[in-house]
Structure formats: structure tokens, C-alpha cells
């Protein structure tokens, strides 16, 4: 599996950003999408994912400016958040991980099996 991110950028605190990640290879189906960021000198933490079936999950930080959505024609999970904060300042990562049973850890990223390359997100204020 190939995961593609893209949407990062500069912007202005207050302003909203879409982020959209293209995910390629075998099994979609079988795979959780998800994203989390990585702020300068703090450990990498669960945004948002969203299964085959249409479950999405929020974190905890960003519950109330985000939303994410899966669209499975296209192979492709976008992350929307508004309100954008100066602490929102982070490499913004897709990531997948294989569902193996109906119960299954969304926020531990040791449970993702695949990665994207990241895409940065600068929030000025």
C-alpha cells in the first residue's frame, strides 16, 4: 500500500484546510485510514481515520474543527479542520493500518502498517 498526501501548506490562523490523502495497492478494503501529525518536538498523534464501512474517529485535540471523510471509489481520505490554531503547526501524515478483527486501535500508531511521506502545515499567527 502507497499513501499520498496532499493539501499542506501556509496559512493564516482562523482559516480552514483540506487535506487529502490518495491511498493505492491491494486490500483497500481491509485497511483503516488515518492521519496524524507530528509537531516539532512532540510525539506523532491520531487526527482522524476512517474505515471501509464509513466509521470515522476523531482525536481528541482537534474534536469540533474537524472532519474526515473516505471516499472509496477514489481510494482517498480527506481531512478538513477549521479554526486552524497556531498549534495546529505540524507534518500532517496518512497512514494505514490492516483490520483484523472488529475490535481494533485506531489512536496507537504502532498498529499502522503503512505510511505517507507527510505534508506540513504552517498555521501563522
Known amino acids: 500500500v502507497q499513501l499520498q498526501a496532499s493539501g499542506g501548506g501556509l496559512v493564516q490562523a482562523g482559516d480552514s484546510l483540506r487535506l487529502s490523502c490518495k491511498a493505492s495497492?491491494?486490500?483497500?478494503?481491509?485497511?483503516?485510514l488515518a492521519w496524524f501529525r507530528q509537531a516539532p518536538g512532540k510525539e506523532r498523534e491520531f487526527v482522524a481515520g476512517?474505515?471501509?464501512?464509513?466509521?470515522?474517529n476523531i482525536g481528541g485535540s482537534v474534536k469540533g474543527r474537524v472532519s474526515v471523510s473516505r471516499d472509496n471509489a477514489k481510494d482517498t481520505v480527506d481531512l478538513r479542520m477549521g479554526g486552524l490554531k497556531p498549534e495546529d503547526t505540524a507534518i500532517y501524515y496518512c497512514?494505514?493500518?490492516?483490520?483484523?478483527?472488529?475490535?481494533?486501535?485506531?489512536?496507537?500508531?504502532?498498529?499502522?502498517?503503512?505510511w505517507g511521506q507527510g505534508t506540513q502545515v504552517t498555521v501563522s499567527s
Open positions: 497512514a494505514a493500518q490492516t483490520i483484523r478483527s472488529i475490535y481494533y486501535d485506531v489512536t496507537d500508531l504502532g498498529r499502522y502498517d503503512y
Open positions: 476512517a474505515s471501509w464501512s464509513g466509521v470515522t
Open positions: 495497492g491491494r486490500l483497500l478494503s481491509s485497511k483503516y
